[in-house]
T-cell receptor
């Protein structure tokens, strides 16, 4: 079974530039998550999708961050314009579905390491 | 505000030592507590605990949850250099089953 795919793996940009990350979840997984992990901290949930709908985006800085999952499969996360404090690893995760019975295991992708100069 | 606090922040031991990692939490709508191992990549799942006093074991790793005192511990016995990683504690909450993570414990096992 293929895992969660993310690209690019690394990105270096200057502040005020724009950047986009892509995630392809495990086939058949209805729920998709984007996390931000700043160095020395645990992952923080930015947005959760169920199919192509948003379940929760309360921690997404909407003035500069946006995310979409138009066809309910892959997803993109965009930052425009980037700030120095956005330097972090952006992790994508997917699960069968948070409404499914039993444990809703989240499978994580390898992440995109963003450096904002 | 929901909080998950891990201690210690970092730990250096020698191979063969036993370590205990701590996780305390104050969250609403608790469903379960999870432990992850993170090497230089994505977190990988170790344990899920939902009931107090239930000890989960997987080889040299074991974990206990105390829902009354709101904490969990992760024990690793006979540590090996391959155990070196960040260990993350997370609490699953609410109907959306979201995860709130602690900051992690950086474990370094020296040969």
């Amino acid at each position: 079974e293929a895992g969660v795919a993310q690209s690019p793996r690394y990105k270096i940009i200057e502040k005020r530039q724009s950047v986009a990350f892509w995630c392809n979840p495990i086939s058949g997984h209805a729920t998709l998550y984007w996390y931000q992990q700043i160095l020395g901290q645990g992952p923080k949930l930015l947005i959760q999708f169920q199919n192509n709908g948003v379940v929760d985006d309360s921690q997404l800085p909407k003035d500069r961050f946006s995310a979409e999952r138009l066809k309910g499969v892959d997803s993109t996360l965009k930052i425009q314009p980037a700030k120095l404090e956005d330097s972090a690893v952006y992790l994508c995760a997917s699960s069968l579905g948070f409404r499914s019975r039993g444990y809703n295991e989240q499978f994580f992708g390898p992440g995109t390491r963003l450096t904002v100069l | 505000e929901d909080k998950v606090v891990q201690s210690p922040l970092s730990l250096v031991v020698h191979e063969g030592d036993t370590v205990t990692l701590n996780c305390s939490y104050e969250v609403t709508n608790f469903r379960s507590l999870l432990w992850y191992k993170q090497e230089k990549k994505a977190p990988t799942f170790l344990f899920m605990l939902t009931s107090s006093g239930i000890e989960k074991k997987s080889g040299r790793l074991s974990s206990i949850l105390d829902k009354k005192e709101l904490f969990s511990i992760l024990n690793i016995t006979a540590t090996q250099t391959g155990d070196s990683a960040i260990y993350l504690c997370a609490v699953e909450q609410g109907s959306a089953r979201q995860l709130t993570f602690g900051s992690g414990t950086q474990l370094t096992v020296l040969p």
